[in-house]
């Protein structure tokens, strides 16, 4: 795993215990994260344009975590609006989301999501989800290049 510098990573999540959950798990599996957390679509598009109260000194991820049921603009939204955007879609988005409703998963994959992982309600299995996405995402893929 890279140790030198942290993994940035854009958490799309309009719950706050979901994306504290979220922290906790990055926390107790010692993966070197530097989290972002966006409420909706809409404050995610405007961190990745670097619009609104996000400056340009917005770092750019090299993942993007992704609800699904979220208020104005819904995670399949987002995921549409990115992947037609060429400044935004190298960037792989992992779909993180209690459904697991096929056509959500078939949805998800036909718009581009590089994976889709179904939360675990249990804890530990929420950790262990988190973990095996860190070693896959931060250990074995190679990421492109950060953009600046």
């Given amino acids: 795993m890279n140790t030198a510098k942290p993994f940035v990573v854009l958490l799309v999540e309009d719950e706050p215990a979901d994306a504290h959950l979220v922290r906790v798990a990055l926390r107790e599996n010692r993966l ?3 989290l972002h957390v966006a409420r909706d679509g809409v404050e995610a598009l405007q961190f990745l344009r670097h619009q609104g109260h996000f400056g340009d000194d917005t770092p750019r991820p090299d993942l993007i975590l992704l609800d699904l049921n979220m208020p104005r603009m819904d995670g399949r939204e987002f995921l549409a609006v990115i992947k037609e955007d060429a400044a935004l879609s190298k960037i792989p988005v992992v779909v993180l989301t209690t459904s697991d409703v096929e056509r959500d998963v078939v949805a998800s994959y036909q718009l ?3 994976s889709y992982i179904t939360k675990p309600v249990d804890m530990e299995q929420f ?7 860190g070693d896959y995402w931060f250990a074995l893929v190679r990421l492109p290049e950060r953009e600046t």
């Fill in 112 to 114: 581009c999501a590089a």
């Fill in 127 to 133: 950790s262990s989800a988190i973990r095996g996405l």
């Fill in 32 to 34: 070197l994260v530097d």
